[in-house]
């Protein structure tokens, strides 16, 4: 009886599958082991690092390879952020309009929080990888922008949609 009245909405659905293709994308990123890993974070490092440190060319090879390992502690780091901003958006427009202080908003944090989580667990079993509550807490922070994201796109979509049956329904 009470699942006749809940409404499935066809984004919802295509919302949980990206969820879920993002989730997998985190898992195999995380399956790499530690040279796999640094190879691919190298390569956006050092096209970062050519584009935007000037006369990188030109520096001695000690000074390029102290700007390259700044550089590429960074780029990891975003690279953690980023996925898991997109996490939690994708888990966030999953679960629909919501206010931000609800216990849906927590869940979709909470969500996030657990992934990460277990995603560190996984690096420990990879060789060459180590699990860090650092990297959690960054995932987490990255999961947070990405619901607060979904929610102003959810917020200005209703408003606008609310604003044109309006105007049709005055005209």
């Known amino acids: 009886m009470i699942f006749s009245t809940i409404r499935i909405y066809p ?29 691919k974070s190298g390569r956006v490092t050092k096209t ?4 935007f440190v000037k006369d990188y060319n030109k520096m001695p090879p000690s000074k390029q390879m102290s700007v390259m390992d700044k550089a590429e502690h960074i780029v990891r ?8 901003t997109m996490l939690g958006f994708l888990a966030s427009l999953t679960v629909g309009r919501r206010r931000l202080f609800s216990k849906k908003s927590l ?22 990888r180590a699990g860090m509550f650092t990297d ?14 979904s929610m102003a796109v ?6 606008i949609k609310s604003r044109r049956e309006a105007k049709r329904a005055a005209a």
Request: proline share 1%.
């Open 11 to 39: 984004a919802r659905i295509v919302f949980a599958l990206l969820t879920i293709a993002c989730m997998v994308c985190i898992f195999c990123f995380s399956m790499d082991n530690a040279n796999k890993s640094s190879d």
């Open 48 to 51: 970062a690092v050519q584009t």
């Open 77 to 84: 780091k975003l690279a953690h952020y980023s996925i898991y």
């Open 107 to 128: 869940g979709v944090l909470l969500f996030c929080f657990l992934y990460a989580c277990s995603d560190e667990i996984h690096q420990i079993f990879v060789p060459g």
């Open 136 to 149: 959690v807490l960054i995932d987490t922070s990255g999961a947070l922008t990405g619901m607060l994201i």
């Open 154 to 159: 959810m917020w200005l979509y209703f408003r």
